[in-house]
C-alpha cells in the first residue's frame, strides 16, 4: 500500500506516533505524512520532533480537535504543503478516557469526552473534506480504497452495543468513553453513507487493548502490534468495509 499523503491526529503519543513510525518505516513511506497534537512544543512531542529531524516528509503540525480555529490553521498549513495536490488519508486518532461509573459520571465529563471523541472527529473530517474531495476528483475512476481518499476513525470496541455484555466490567465500566465511541461509530456510518458519491472512504477501527497510558500496562498488544495491524487493515480497505468497525487483526466488530 502506498499513500501518498497522511494525516494522524493525536500523534505525539501511544497509538497515534507508533502510527507514523510504522508509516515511516513502510518503503516507500507516503510523500507528505502530517502528524497533529495539541502541544507539538511540549515534553510529551519529543520523540516526534526527534523523528521529524531524521524524516523530512514528517511535518508535525499543531491541532486541536475540539478549537475550530486549530483546525482551520492546520489545514491551511496542510494545503500549502500539499501545494495543489489532496490529502489522501485522514487519521482520526485522538482521543481520551475517563475512568468514571455509572453512579458518578456528570454532565461536564460527559461533555468533555464527547468534544473530543465525537465533536473533534466530526471537526477535523469537515474542515479537511475538500482536499479528501480533491483528491477523491483526481482518481475518480478508482474504486474506494485509502490511496484514493479515505476517513478512518480510531473507535473501541466497547462502542460496540451488540459486545457490550461481552466487553462491560463493572470494575472499569468506562461509560463516558464506551457512549463516545458508540456515537463515533454512528458518525462514520453516516460519513460513510454521505462522502460515498464523493470517492471518500469511511471506516472505524479498533486498534486493540494496547499497552499506553489509556490502556494500561496490562493490556495485550504492544503499540507495534496494533499500528502494523492497522495499516494492514488500511491496506486492504475496499468499498466492501465502507461504513463498518474492523479490529486491528482485519476481524470485522458488529455495532
Not at 507528505?32 to 511535518?59: I, M, Q
Not at 465500566?173 to 458518525?187: D, G, P
Request: aromatic residues 4%; charged residues 20%.
Amino acid at each position: 500500500m502506498t499513500i501518498r499523503s497522511v494525516l494522524v491526529t493525536g500523534s505525539n503519543r501511544g497509538i497515534g506516533l507508533e502510527i507514523i513510525k510504522t508509516f515511516l518505516n513502510r518503503s516507500p513511506p507516503p510523500e507528505k505524512l502530517f502528524a497533529t497534537c495539541r502541544d507539538p512544543d511540549g515534553p510529551r512531542s519529543e520523540e516526534l520532533k526527534n523523528l521529524a529531524s531524521k524524516h523530512n516528509n514528517l511535518v508535525i503540525l499543531q491541532l486541536d480537535a475540539t478549537n475550530p480555529d486549530s483546525i482551520k490553521k492546520a489545514v491551511k498549513n496542510v494545503e500549502e504543503h500539499l501545494e495543489g495536490a489532496g490529502l489522501n488519508l485522514l487519521l482520526n486518532n485522538a482521543g481520551i478516557m475517563s475512568h468514571v461509573n455509572l453512579d458518578n459520571v456528570d454532565s461536564e465529563d460527559m461533555i468533555n469526552v464527547f468534544k473530543t471523541n465525537v465533536v473533534g472527529p466530526m471537526q477535523v473530517s469537515q474542515a479537511f473534506y475538500p482536499l479528501l474531495k480533491e483528491s477523491a476528483d483526481a482518481r475518480s475512476q478508482e474504486p474506494l480504497s485509502c490511496k484514493k481518499a479515505a476517513v478512518v476513525n480510531i473507535s473501541s470496541v466497547l462502542g460496540s452495543i451488540e459486545r457490550t455484555s461481552v466487553t462491560y466490567d463493572p470494575a472499569k465500566q468506562v461509560v463516558s468513553y464506551r457512549i463516545s465511541k458508540a456515537a463515533l461509530n454512528m458518525l462514520t456510518k453516516c460519513q460513510a453513507e454521505g462522502y460515498r458519491t464523493d470517492g471518500i472512504l469511511c471506516t472505524a477501527v479498533h486498534p486493540g487493548w494496547v499497552k499506553t497510558d489509556m490502556g494500561t500496562e496490562g493490556a495485550l498488544l504492544t503499540t507495534e502490534q496494533s499500528a502494523n495491524g492497522i495499516l494492514k487493515v488500511l491496506g486492504s480497505l475496499t468499498e466492501k468495509e465502507n461504513g463498518i468497525l474492523m479490529a486491528w487483526d482485519g476481524k470485522v466488530i458488529p455495532w
